[in-house]
T-cell receptor, first 113, second 113 residues
Framework: GENVEQHPSTLSVQEGDSAVIKCTYS??????FPWYKQELGKRPQLIIDIRSNVGEKKDQRIAVTLNKTAKHFSLHITETQPEDSAVYFCAASKKGRYSTLTFGKGTMLLVSP | DARVTQTPRHKVTEMGQEVTMRCQPILGHNTVFWYRQTMMQGLELLAYFRNRAPLDDSGMPKDRFSAEMPDATLATLKIQPSEPRDSAVYFCASGLVQNTEAFFGQGTRLTVV
């Protein structure tokens, strides 16, 4: 089955800095890569996703890049703010009857004022 | 604002007792997932339903866990007998179709003493 590795497990930055979280996946058939943000005590919520037919996608201060050849994708947050502090999860899935979302183990991002 | 609803939100039970967690997926969604979240393992897939049919429960300890969808508006996850190592947050998520965004419920925080 699919295996998703996520790094780093924790990341501390100063407000205004950029943050980058990286994930690799094992199944070359995976074609959908969402990122979820989970604030303390809350549910994971989708913040951005990318499909394998594009290499980059942006939404205001967040962007995701995908390298299909290397089987890795990254989340970039620019101009970080304290409210960006949360756990971020990457995930991968593919088409098919038995397709499920496989998550990385998460990155705890702490943005200090 | 359509949401996945899980009950109960919190459950404390004694070892050996039966625990039943319930999930109401978003109306019209045909995929349902059960995930278990712990600090050590992150989000682990326990079960996956599509059109109410169980397609993947390979991540679920079969001797004590069971998952069902008696109808399109209710998914259940049962643990019998419960053990302290089952203490975790259990999330239900639903999706409109496979290989797209999964919407998470608020989770059930289970503590087995």
């Amino acid at each position: 089955g699919e295996n998703v590795e996520q790094h780093p497990s924790t990341l501390s930055v100063q407000e205004g800095d950029s943050a980058v979280i990286k994930c690799t996946y094992s199944d070359s058939a995976s074609n959908y890569f969402p990122w979820y943000k989970q604030e303390l005590g809350k549910r994971p919520q989708l913040i951005i996703d990318i499909r394998s037919n594009v290499g980059e996608k942006k939404d205001q201060r967040i962007a995701v890049t995908l390298n299909k050849t290397a089987k890795h994708f990254s989340l970039h947050i620019t101009e970080t703010q304290p409210e960006d502090s949360a756990v971020y999860f990457c995930a991968a899935s593919k088409k098919g009857r038995y397709s499920t979302l496989t998550f990385g183990k998460g990155t705890m991002l702490l943005v200090s004022p | 604002d359509a949401r996945v609803t899980q009950t109960p939100r919190h459950k404390v039970t004694e070892m050996g007792q039966e625990v039943t967690m319930r999930c109401q997926p978003i109306l019209g969604h045909n995929t349902v997932f059960w995930y278990r979240q712990t600090m050590m393992q992150g989000l682990e897939l326990l079960a996956y339903f599509r059109n109410r049919a169980p397609l993947d429960d390979s991540g679920m300890p079969k001797d004590r866990f069971s998952a069902e969808m008696p109808d399109a508006t209710l998914a259940t996850l049962k643990i019998q007998p419960s053990e302290p190592r089952d203490s975790a947050v259990y999330f239900c998520a639903s999706g409109l179709v496979q290989n797209t965004e999964a919407f998470f419920g608020q989770g059930t925080r289970l503590t087995v003493v």
